[in-house]
């Protein structure tokens, strides 16, 4: 009889280290599923940051590329300045769809399309009564507020018709993993920063200095599509490179920019995304036309 009792005494052991083994794989197995449903999650909002950025940077483009002097009345909230007649302008809102095809495709309305639809709006220092008018509260802090650079800021002088600097919102919005995300950038627009010209007064901004204004947008894009390490070492060298070539206003400074040893860290900073590239850390058709401008860029010897 002892020799039965210590059997079953070792196949009751036997039994509960069979049982807190299957538990023990059963914790590690719903910690492997939460990792996966995480990490899943997490890409999505990743790529959903890449197309809000993609989505905003296409209508920075677009603003960029109008005439300076039309840029307001075509961009604002009321369609009755529109300058070919009431309602012909872009206005100030764009739509973007990123579907199951993994392209962002521009569509005129949310309604009636599969995937993320990406709502652009824009937003100029405007008062009560929708002018463009000096002494509004500024966008964010240390945006001007003397809009026609006539040395005062006049509290409620409409400046739609003279003004030679234009700070500007952008936000974007969408439904994310988690519920409503969206992400705010600014811009100061200048006759020096925007490229689309027409006759008129001030100084037109040559190629060469535009590029310095854009390394700067390019810096920031990086910034808000995440923290990998590749986005953040790319980051700092564009960084770096704007500043040494006096990125933005400063470009017109007296002590000419060098811009020539800014090139070397535009070089690598695309070197660093391309790597990333071929790592399959990044996806090429996010990142390929900032490498692509970068490259060209790099190949600018000085400011003209």
Request: hydrophobic letters at 40%; proline letters at 4%; glycine letters at 10%.
């Amino acid at each position: 009889m002892a020799g039965l009792a210590s059997r079953i005494r070792e196949a009751g052991f036997t039994t509960l280290e069979v049982s807190m083994a299957m538990g023990v794989m059963g914790i590690g197995a719903l910690a492997a599923a939460s990792l996966l449903v995480s990490s899943l999650t997490l890409e999505a909002g990743n790529r959903g940051n890449l197309a809000a950025v993609s989505s905003v940077r296409n209508v920075v483009e677009t603003v960029e590329s109008t005439p300076f002097e039309e840029i307001f009345k075509r961009f604002n909230t009321d369609p009755a300045d529109d300058p070919l007649g009431a309602g012909t302008a872009e206005g100030n809102e764009f739509y973007f769809v990123f579907g199951k095809s993994s392209k962002l495709e521009r569509v005129l309305s949310p309604t009636g399309n599969a995937g993320t639809v990406f709502r652009v709006q824009i937003r100029f220092p405007t008062d009560a009564f929708g002018r463009l008018a000096e002494g509004t509260a500024p966008l964010t802090t240390g945006m001007p507020t003397d809009l026609n650079n006539d040395g005062a800021v006049v509290n409620g002088a409409d400046t739609a018709g003279d003004y030679k600097v234009l700070p500007m919102r952008i936000r974007v919005s969408w439904q994310g993993p988690s519920g409503t995300e969206d992400m705010i950038f600014h811009r100061v627009l200048s006759r020096q920063n925007t490229s689309g010209q027409s006759s008129g007064t001030g100084t037109t901004i040559t190629a060469d200095q535009n590029m310095l204004d854009t390394v700067g947008t390019i810096a920031q894009d990086l910034n808000n599509m995440g923290n990998a390490a590749p986005m953040g070492f790319a980051r700092m060298a564009l960084l770096t490179a704007s500043g040494m070539a006096k990125q933005g206003y400063n470009a017109m400074a007296a002590d000419p920019p060098n811009w020539s040893t800014a090139t070397n860290f535009l070089g690598s900073a695309a070197g660093t995304l391309e790597a990333a590239v071929s790592s399959s850390v990044l996806d090429d058709a996010d990142v390929r036309p900032y490498i692509d401008r970068l490259r060209a860029y790099e190949g600018v010897t000085a400011l003209r």
